[in-house]
């Protein structure tokens, strides 16, 4: 995604990035890593050099598309090769690259980052769509644009995720917010042209890659960023220093970086060079040292770095100043600055082709030398931002990668979002780590821009040196005594100096005299070399003056020496015959060292050779034949030399091929022995046998391909082997001998071996295949398995609900034993887990989940038939009170029917109690409790009327004493009636009718029922099927008698409710009560009931409960 092929390289990163590896303290293993990718070079998207091409994967993408392996919509969206897209028109191919292998190494990479299905096509689909937005043309329409392709922007649209009219309408308008009158801001649309869509059109591929590009950064790291540990391996690929043509934006920020770079570097060397004058004690001048300091605060300092004043531009908004105005502002700012210089037609030419300058350049004085800038479009790049109507649409994709990739924007935006403001504080980071670490700096030279080896383009490897900071440093380097010789070397390799007669031991006092030595002293000055601790410190040139003294101080001596010799070796033949025999023996030598003197061509070689040596010894004596035999044996011995070095590289190449094979022979037993350890881990045994013979097959194929390959020798052994079989021990000429057997019987060809070799790997990547299926298989089944096990768990868990433990208190067996029934199904369904056939698996954990339901259903049955018990209780219990009541109130006429035909209800109830349908039960009991109902409600209007005749009989009573007393003392009616209430009377006595079902439809199926225990005597409550009029927790109420009583304390209702502190709730209190008496008929119901319409607080609730209770009431505090 981020290389791309160069003029001078194939497979060139396009991007700087720091790459950090982890790994444990004392220890070489990696665990972790992260890497921060600088300055993507997002123009190549939309536009390459001549020779150059876009961005790999987009090659990639065609070809995978045209091979049927692009995955996904991006596959069904680009058609034809890349020629065809506008994008990848100007190169489409490079040498020994096949585009389809490189996608499945791509694949390959992508899959070891965990990259797959969904995600991995949502990769590839926006990858596409910026592929084919290069492909939508615009043409003119009145004065604004229209599309022109509709086809490549509506396959865009749809990669995308985005409406293909709302995209269209984004690039073929400008949409801006202006301020207007009284400070409201206006939304101005305007037409933009066809080359303004164009430009807008690849404002948006840019944008989509660039933040492509950095989605997958993030996903790499959240990969293998596991560590937490600081130590680290650091490698830092960054572009080197570009001097193009015309030098724009990027390479502003990249020339940056490398003299922010060559900065770290200088104080690197600076302060090695101090530590070690320090140790030496070696006075120098600090200043001699080369400082591009000033340069970088040039670019960078604030307020008026060039970059900084670019970002003060960028926050100025429309009236940004860009071009040749922003040049005249960098010009003013730093005019005086002896990095800077300011251009023009008339001031500054280029050096490349020798053009004038224009007014809208600036140049820089760099480390590696001066550059000229060209500033075009400086503030929209800094500013590296969609319009916000473009970025919109892109933000509301239905691609969830695409809405990563452009999150909600904010309204306003910060001046510290500006491209160069977060790249210099990248930049700053990256340097404090680098100055933190113990820093080390590579620099690569590319030898040729024809990629060929042993070819040394002069100037271009000048150029990298100058670019890259090479020659800087070399300066850095020269300043003060670059040249540092231990003493002991010194006084070894030029003893020539020594002074007659010296006798100096300590080698620092002999090194001083011999600088002062007098040709040494007249052509080096003594302020040229220093003497430290353990070394001499001498000036660049030192060192090679004092080897032309020495050389010039020896060369007389040399020229006797070689006079001497002359005469020693005697006449020019013999001394030509001498040179022969040597050049003979350097060959004879060099064929025994590489084991080729035993080969038939280059033994009979050597063989013609001495023949002709002992022959031109014969006739030494004679000058002319000697002379002529000379030249004939010397045209020999040259075509042996070369005989035996064209011997000695067949036998290397032959030996290469073999270790090779060999390699590829190792690799695929690895390999096997990877396949019999994935057969251990298989659960079918069938599919376990069935790997391990594959790997058998495999294995023997490739131990024959080894064994041939180890034991057949080649025509550079025979010689050998001929010789070992014929003499030596035993047992090395029986080997020899069998391994000569070996060579007489297959004398095969490098490319047979290849073919049975490829036979083998073949095997093999068949046995690879197969456990490929059979780990899907596997996988699927463990699928299969986890679902099943969840499906138990779940059962399981609806299983444990029941209170198995109440219905055995209460007597009933058939829900424990259905509770034992599902759990054996669940333990046999769990054994079955353990089989390799997910179809007796889905079996058992069926009948399971059948049993776990019948038990529920079963539990749920009992429940209602121990609920309507209860019910049936409560309805006696209830039946003996209004008895008593009817009969101290004399209603047997009235109630005594009533009562007998309740009493018989609940016995017939009770006779059906047994019945396996458990609704037969639940209308008999629901018939009973209606009938107790009835009862009741006819004994409180007995007793209401019998009350009301009472009362008239009192008021009779009572006018006729006021009349009296009034008659004879005229004093007013005592007050000691008591106030009526003004409620509706309460019923006395009501049975609240149990939870019951329709019988007219069968209880719904028991999935999953929620089973709570409410009451004492009944286990189980199901909550979805009591009827809407009756609570399903509801107990009958306690029957009290009502009989008048006098208040608790002697209070009024009124003085009550003060007394306990309840004022705040009089009106409700009045409202539901007349007097105290019908306060202490209130119940836990009724009591809770109040509250919540009060919205008691918890404690009021308790205190209000509390004087219930000291009333007489039937509550529980």
């Not at 083998?760 to 679902?787: F, H």
């Not at 719904?1004 to 979805?1024: D, E, F, M």
Request: hydrophobic share 40%.
């Amino acid at each position: 995604f981020g290389n791309a092929k160069t003029l001078r390289n194939d497979n060139s990163s396009r991007f700087g990035k720091f790459t950090r590896f982890d790994f444990e303290r004392n220890s070489s293993t990696i665990n972790g890593g992260h890497i921060e990718n600088l300055l993507l070079e997002k123009v190549r998207v939309v536009e390459q050099s001549s020779g150059e091409r876009n961005y790999h994967i987009f090659y990639q993408l065609c070809a995978a598309a045209k091979a049927g392996k692009l995955p996904g919509q991006a596959g069904k969206a680009l058609t034809g090769d890349a020629s065809t897209h506008i994008y990848s028109k100007t190169c489409t191919s490079v040498d020994d690259m096949d585009d389809s292998e490189e996608f499945d190494a791509t694949v390959a990479a992508l899959d070891a980052l965990g990259v797959k299905g969904a995600e991995l096509e949502a990769i590839f689909r926006a990858a596409a769509a910026v592929y084919v937005l290069g492909d939508v043309e615009f043409a003119e329409d009145g004065d604004g644009s229209k599309i022109s392709t509709q086809a490549p922007l509506d396959t865009a649209a749809s990669l995308l995720g985005v409406s293909s009219s709302k995209l269209a309408q984004a690039l073929c308008t400008r949409v801006r917010d202006v301020a207007g009158e009284g400070g409201v801001r206006d939304i101005v649309t305007t037409q933009n042209t066809p080359e303004e869509a164009s430009t807008l059109r690849h404002a948006l591929a840019k944008a989509t890659f660039s933040r492509l590009f950095d989605w997958l950064v993030q996903r790499a790291n959240k990969a293998f960023d596991k560590s937490d540990q600081s130590q680290f391996i650091g490698i830092l690929d960054i572009f080197g220093f570009e001097d193009m043509a015309t030098n724009g934006f990027e390479q502003v920020f990249i020339n940056t970086t490398n003299e922010q770079l060559q900065k770290v570097f200088n104080d690197l060397v600076f302060e090695a060079e101090a530590e070690e004058y320090t140790r030496e004690g070696i006075d120098w001048d600090k200043t001699c040292f080369p400082d591009n300091t000033p340069c970088i605060e040039l670019l960078t300092k604030r307020p008026i770095g060039i970059l900084r004043l670019l970002d003060s531009e960028c926050s100025r908004g429309f009236v940004a100043s860009d071009g040749a105005k922003l040049v005249a502002k960098v010009n003013k700012a730093h005019a005086s600055s002896p990095f800077f210089e300011v251009c023009g037609p008339a001031s500054v030419w280029r050096r490349k082709d020798g053009s004038r300058t224009e007014d809208a350049d600036f140049l820089v004085h760099h480390f590696a030398g001066p550059i000229v800038y060209t500033v075009s479009s400086f503030v929209e790049k800094n500013r590296d931002a969609l319009f916000p109507h473009v970025y919109d649409v892109l933000h509301a994709s239905s691609d969830s990668l695409i809405q990563a990739c452009f999150p909600e924007r904010e309204e306003v935006q910060s001046k510290k979002e500006t491209v160069a403001n977060k790249y210099l504080s990248q930049l700053a980071s990256l340097t404090a780590t680098l100055r933190e670490s113990s820093t080390r700096f590579v620099r690569c030279i590319k030898t040729n821009s024809e990629k060929q080896p042993q070819k040394l383009d002069k100037p271009a490897v000048l150029s990298q040196l100058v670019c890259s900071g090479v020659m800087a440093a070399l300066e850095v380097r020269r300043a003060g005594f670059p040249t540092r010789v231990p003493y002991r070397e010194f006084v070894r390799e030029f003893r020539a100096f020594t002074p007659r007669g010296a006798a100096i031991t300590d080698p620092k006092q002999l090194a001083h005299a011999m600088m002062r030595h007098p040709h040494v002293a007249e052509r080096v000055p003594s302020s040229a070399y220093r003497l430290g601790a353990s070394k001499l410190f001498m000036q660049s040139e030192v060192l090679y003056q004092l080897q032309s003294i020495r050389n010039a101080m020896l060369y007389p001596f040399v020229r006797r020496l070689q006079r001497w010799w002359v005469k020693l070796q005697g006449s020019i033949l013999q001394r030509k015959l001498k040179r022969c025999g040597a050049d003979l023996r350097d060959a004879s030598s060099e064929a025994a060292i590489k084991g080729v003197n035993c080969v038939a061509f280059v033994r009979d070689a050597l063989q013609k050779c001495e023949a002709s040596l002992a022959k031109a010894n014969l006739l030494i004596n004679k000058p002319a034949e000697a002379a002529e035999a000379l030249s004939s044996l010397r045209a020999e011995i040259a075509k042996a030399t070369e005989i035996v070095k064209a011997a000695v590289q067949k036998k290397e190449e032959a030996y290469r091929i073999r270790a090779e094979f060999l390699a590829e022979i190792d690799d695929a037993y690895s390999r096997c022995k990877a396949l019999r350890t994935i057969a251990n881990g298989l659960y079918a045994p069938r599919d376990a046998e069935g790997l391990t013979d594959a790997c058998v097959d495999a294995e023997g194929k490739l131990g024959a391909c080894r064994t041939e390959l180890l034991t057949v020798a080649a025509q550079w052994d025979q010689g050998a082997l001929a010789l070992s079989g014929s003499q030596g021990p035993h047992s090395l000429r029986k080997g020899a001998m069998q391994s000569m057997k070996n060579i007489s019987s297959k004398q095969d060809t490098h490319e047979h071996r290849r073919a049975r070799l490829d036979t083998a790997l073949k095997s093999v990547r068949e046995a690879e295949s197969l456990s490929q299926k059979m780990l899907e298989r596997q996988r699927l089944l463990d699928e299969a398995r986890r679902e099943f096990q969840a499906a138990l768990d779940a059962a399981s868990e609806r299983l444990a609900i029941i209170p198995v433990e109440q219905f055995i208190i209460q007597g009933i067996r058939a829900v424990p034993d259905a509770v034992v029934e599902a759990r054996d199904a669940i333990y046999e369904a769990q054994k079955t887990l353990q089989g390799s056939d997910s179809a007796p698996i889905k079996e058992a954990v069926t009948n399971a989940q059948a049993s776990v339901d019948k038990a529920l259903a079963r539990a749920e049955s009992e429940a209602l038939r121990l609920r309507a018990m209860t019910d049936l209780d409560e309805c006696e219990k209830t039946l003996v009170q209004i008895g008593h009541e009817v009969r101290e109130g004399g209603f047997e006429e009235r109630i005594g029917d009533l009562l007998t035909h309740g009493e018989k209800l609940v016995q017939d109830a009770r006779a059906v109690a047994d019945a396996p349908d458990v609704a037969t039960l639940v209308r008999a009991a629901r018939g009973a409790v209606d009938a107790v109902n009835h009862a009741g409600e006819q004994l409180e209007k007995a007793q209401a009327q019998k009350r009301a005749e009472e009362k008239a009989r009192f008021n009779k009573l009572l006018g006729r004493f006021q009349r009296m007393d009034e008659a004879n003392s005229g004093r007013g009616v005592p007050k000691f009636a008591r106030k009526a209430g003004g409620g509706v009377q309460k019923p006395l006595f009501k049975v609240k009718r149990v939870s019951t079902v329709p019988v007219e439809a069968p209880p719904p199926p028991p999935v999953q029922p929620r089973i709570i225990p409410k009451a004492p005597k009944s286990p189980l409550t199901p909550r979805n099927v009591s009827p809407p009029d009756t609570p399903a927790a509801a107990t009958p109420a306690t029957v009290t008698k009502t009989s008048v009583q006098t208040p608790a304390g002697g209070h009024t209702l009124d003085s009550w409710i003060a007394a306990k502190n309840l004022g705040k709730y009089a009106t409700q209190l009045h409202d539901l009560a007349g007097d105290l008496h019908d306060l202490q008929e209130m119940t836990d119901a009724d009591a809770d009931e109040l509250a919540q319409e009060c919205a008691m607080p918890k404690l009021a609730a308790r205190r209000f409960k509390k004087a219930l209770l000291e009333l007489g009431a039937p509550v529980h505090p």
